[in-house]
């Protein structure tokens, strides 16, 4: 048979050392990584998760897998590890599907994981309790973390497979009882990509914008039917059962069948037993609603009929128990009547005294007191106009005095009193007085204006026959008005 080292046939004699081919440490160790990883490329191994930290810095994951008496190592690269629907976990027993390679570096053989499953049912549920305790932890399954369902939503969303049954399920059962605007968001139930699709449709419906052009749903229900705990894995991912906790829209998961739960069912805010119950609890039924709309009408119109008779009843007590209008009148028109009494005794006495004293003023007075007051009166009048008499004389005498002191003033500022020591005043055809001859011209006519008002009309420098002199009156003045 071949030496799986070299390749060669190997011979019936025991080769000697000096004869046995050298190989170097990396020679040996490569050639055993081929030859372990030709004999066992794919290969499927059953083994509890031992060592396993989490992931490393790099990516990767590094952990074994051990039996009762052996252990393997093995390592899940970074690219890889994303890709895995079970994830790995200390003490999970796994069936782990890859290629046996060596590690030359330390002289060890592991597997290269590709695939990981859990080994059987226990496995699962081994993995799934661990979970719950995890979350649960977190509070993420707390009692007040729920939200209450409102009791007519005007929009229902629905995030299950829009081929299989459950949606018609549902929309059969909201048309029987109270039909209502439905938003289906379809993914897929089962499968690597479930969970994934389930959480992002949780958070597209909470994403939508209250008013916008698609409605934001008021209600959100997660559907699918019944199946084994394999078919239902999906609804216990993490990621979706964080996305359901953390949604804003009130939530109500409906996965499977009455015996079946998931970890979605305790971080929902209702659990269904059933996708038909989950429309059930959606919506209430619209004949047993209209039923006791109209039974609480009813019951309010007795009531109010029942008030209405039970205010009267008490009107009509409280009236018979009011006194009559004229026992209420009586004592205060007996009282009217008293103060009219007193009133036309207090007017007459209040008369009296008024008299009594107008009396006692008359008295004290006499005609003669009234002459003497009036005697004085006119002194004092008297007196008072001889005062206003001198005073007004007083300021007439001050006045002409002072009229002729502005007189004098005006008489001396005034052009006739020159006029009158011989000078004359030369005008004009316009009236304006002229001071010399720059300006006028031959023959142009002229006034000339002496004292006591005489006036001479004249022409510069020409032959005619002086103008007739205009008189406003006779001078007194002979020689000069002869003259003139």
């Known amino acids: 048979m071949p030496d799986p080292l070299t390749g060669k046939a190997a011979s019936g004699a025991t080769s000697t050392p000096g004869n046995a081919h050298e190989f170097s440490v990396s020679e040996l160790s490569f050639a055993l990584k081929r030859t ?26 590094y952990f074994a897998l051990k039996d009762e008496s ?9 690219g890889n590890y994303g ?25 060890k053989y592991q597997i290269v994981i590709e695939q990981l499953e859990p080994a059987g049912v226990g496995a699962l549920m081994a993995l799934l309790e661990e979970r719950k305790k995890k979350l649960a932890a977190e509070g993420l399954f707390a009692p ?22 459950v949606i018609r399920d549902i929309l059969h059962r909201l048309a029987d009882r109270f039909p209502r605007h439905v938003l289906v968001w379809p ?46 894995w999906a609804f216990n991912e993490e990621v979706v059962v964080r996305a359901a906790a953390a949604s804003a829209i009130p939530l109500i998961s ?3 069948h009455e015996t079946d739960t998931t970890l979605i069912d305790f971080a929902s805010d209702r659990r269904a037993p059933t996708p038909t119950a989950a429309a059930e609890m959606a919506v209430p039924v619209r004949a047993d609603s209209i039923a006791a709309i109209l039974d609480l009408e009813r019951r309010m119109l007795r009531a109010e009929t029942r008030m209405l008779e039970n205010g009267r009843t008490q009107l009509r007590g409280l009236v018979r128990a009011l006194p009559r209008l004229a026992d209420l009148i009586a004592l205060p028109r007996q009282r009217f009547d008293h103060a009219s009494d007193r009133l036309g005794l207090a007017l007459k006495r209040a008369a009296e005294v008024k008299r009594a004293r107008l009396h006692r003023i008359e008295g004290r007075l006499s005609t003669q007191l009234i002459r003497f007051r009036i005697a004085d009166g006119n002194k004092r009048l008297a007196q008072l106009d001889a005062r206003a008499r001198a005073a007004e004389r007083r300021h007439l005498a001050d006045l002409g005095r002072r009229l002729d002191g502005c007189g004098k003033l005006l008489q ?14 030369v005008r004009d055809a316009g009236g304006k007085p002229v001071k010399g001859s720059a300006g006028h011209k031959t023959g142009e006519a002229l006034t000339v204006e002496f004292a006591r008002d005489d006036r001479l009309g ?11 002199r205009p008189r406003k009156k006779q001078s007194d003045s002979g020689p000069q008005g002869s003259l003139l």
């Open 254 to 256: 409906a996965v499977g």
């Open 144 to 165: 007040e973390r729920k939200k209450p369902l409102p009791y007519l939503p005007d929009v229902i969303g629905v995030i299950t497979s829009p081929t299989g049954a």
């Open 83 to 107: 890709k895995l629907r079970f994830k790995p976990a200390e003490g999970l027993e796994v069936i782990a599907t890859g290629k046996l390679t060596t590690y030359p570096g330390s002289s």
């Open 36 to 61: 372990v990883e030709e004999t066992f490329g794919h290969v499927r191994v059953r083994g509890e998760i031992t060592g396993f930290r989490g992931v490393h810095s790099s990516g990767h994951s």
């Open 187 to 232: 993914v897929r139930v089962q499968g690597e990509t479930a969970g994934g699709e389930v959480a992002a449709a949780i958070a597209g419906f909470n994403a939508f914008a209250p008013g916008g052009k698609i409605p934001r749903p008021d209600l959100i229900i997660v559907a699918r039917g019944g199946g084994s705990i394999e078919d239902l």
């Open 70 to 78: 052996a252990r393997l190592e093995a390592v899940i690269w970074k």
């Open 412 to 425: 001396s500022y005034s052009y006739q009193g020159v006029l009158e020591r011989g000078f004359a005043v």
């Open 458 to 468: 004249v022409l510069v420098g020409g032959d005619a026959a002086p103008a007739p």
